[in-house]
């Protein structure tokens, strides 16, 4: 992904090319958790921390926004 705003890349692994597919239809972080959950195996307060790291970087970047 490239923010154009702040003329920065960010690379997207495995969890965040996930991520970045839930947030194509207005989704709630609970419900990503959830399904990452599953998913990948993982604690739930884990993906939620990496979760929300994640979301923090993006919205700063001004790559996605809040709805």
């Not at 239809?25 to 599953?38: A, G, K, Y």
């Not at 979301?55 to 926004?65: G, N, P, Q, T």
């Amino acid at each position: 992904m490239l923010s154009i705003a702040k003329g920065e890349y960010f690379g997207l692994g495995g969890a965040g090319s996930r991520i970045w597919e839930e947030l194509a239809v207005p989704v709630t972080v609970d419900e990503i958790c959830e399904r990452l959950v599953v998913e990948f195996d993982v604690a739930v307060d884990i993906c939620r921390a990496d979760l929300t790291a994640f979301l923090d970087e993006v919205l700063e970047a001004d790559i996605v926004r809040r709805c």
